[in-house]
C-alpha cells in the first residue's frame, strides 16, 4: 500500500515535514520517488515509524534514532547494543533506587540527635565518620561531596547538607556501592531538597522506572515487527530505481 507523507503523519499526530525529516535523517529506510519527485511511503515505512516512536519512550530521542539508522544500514548488532545499553542504564537507575530507598529509611527513621547547624572542618567531619581525610577528598573528587572554602584560610568547611551528604554516603559505602552510583544518589537527594522530601518522592521514582521498563518492551515489539518485514531497501537501491530526485 502505497503512501504520502501525510498519511503516515496523521496515523502518528505528526507533520508531513516530521516524516520527510525522519527519511531524510535515515530514521526511516528511504522511500521511492514518482516521476514528480513525491515521496512514496509503503507499509514498510509506517512500521518503521511506529517502531521508532515507541522506542523514543524507553531510549529517548538520540538513542532511538542510533537504533533506527543502524537497522536501516543493516547493522542489526549495532541497534542490539544500543538496546543493550538502554536496558543496562534502566538496571542501574533500578539499583540506584534501591540505593537511596535503604539509606533514606535508615536517615529519616534512627535520627539520633538534630544535626549540627554548625560548619565543620574535614577533620571533624571524617572523626565523626569514622575514615580519614583522605578518604573525604576522594568523595569530593568523585562528586559525592561538594564543600565549600573558607574565605579566610581557604580551607574545606562542610556545612549541615555536606555532613547530612557524608552520613548517606558513609551507609552506602558499607554497603558496597561505587562512588558514581553514591554520587547520583545525592544528586536525586539535593534535588529533591532532603532525605525526607526524597522519600515521600520514591514511589513516584520507582512509577517512573516500571513506566521506561514497559516502554522499552513495547518498543521491541514494535522493532521486531519491523526487522520480521526483512531487510530494508538501501537508498543505493532506490536511486537506482528512481527516475528523478526532484524535492517536494
Known amino acids: 500500500m502505497v503512501r504520502r ?26 522511500a ?31 538513542a532511538s534514532g542510533t537504533i533506527m539508522r543502524a537497522v536501516n544500514r543493516g547493522e542489526i548488532d ?23 530507598e535503604t539509606a533514606v529509611a535508615t536517615l529519616t527513621a534512627t535520627r539520633p540527635q538534630p544535626p549540627t547547624r554548625k560548619a565543620v572542618s574535614v577533620s571533624v567531619l571524617a572523626h565523626r565518620l569514622g575514615v580519614g581525610p583522605a578518604t573525604l577528598r576522594k568523595w569530593e573528587r568523585a562528586g559525592v561531596l561538594r564543600p565549600v572554602r573558607d574565605p579566610a584560610t581557604h580551607y574545606r568547611v562542610y556545612l549541615p547538607d555536606d555532613v547530612r551528604d557524608a552520613e548517606l554516603a558513609h ?17 536525586q537527594v539535593r534535588g529533591a531538597g532532603g532525605a525526607e522530601p526524597l522519600a515521600a518522592s520514591l514511589g513516584r ?9 514497559r516502554a522499552m518492551l513495547t518498543g521491541a515489539a514494535r522493532l521486531a515487527d519491523y526487522l520480521d518485514d526483512g531487510q530494508p531497501p538501501s537508498r543505493a537501491l532506490i536511486n537506482e530505481a528512481n527516475t528523478t530526485t526532484l524535492s517536494e
Open 78 to 100: 549495532t541497534a542490539l547494543r544500543t538496546i543493550d545499553d538502554g536496558h543496562a542504564l534502566l538496571q542501574r537507575d533500578r539499583e540506584t533506587l534501591d540505593a537511596v
Open 5 to 30: 507523507p501525510i498519511d503516515l503523519a496523521r496515523a502518528h499526530g505528526l507533520s508531513a515535514q516530521a516524516v520527510r525529516n525522519y527519511e531524510r535523517d535515515g530514521v526511516l529506510p528511504p
Open 205 to 213: 521514582w520507582r512509577e517512573r522506572l516500571t513506566e521506561r521498563g
Open 32 to 62: 521511492q520517488r514518482t516521476a514528480n519527485g513525491y515521496r512514496r511511503f509503503t507499509d514498510v515505512h509506517a512500521r518503521a515509524l511506529s517502531a521508532y516512536l515507541a522506542l523514543i519512550a524507553g531510549h529517548g530521542y538520540a
Open 171 to 187: 551507609l552506602l559505602r558499607r554497603g558496597g556501592y561505587r562512588l558514581d552510583h553514591i554520587a547520583g544518589v545525592l544528586r
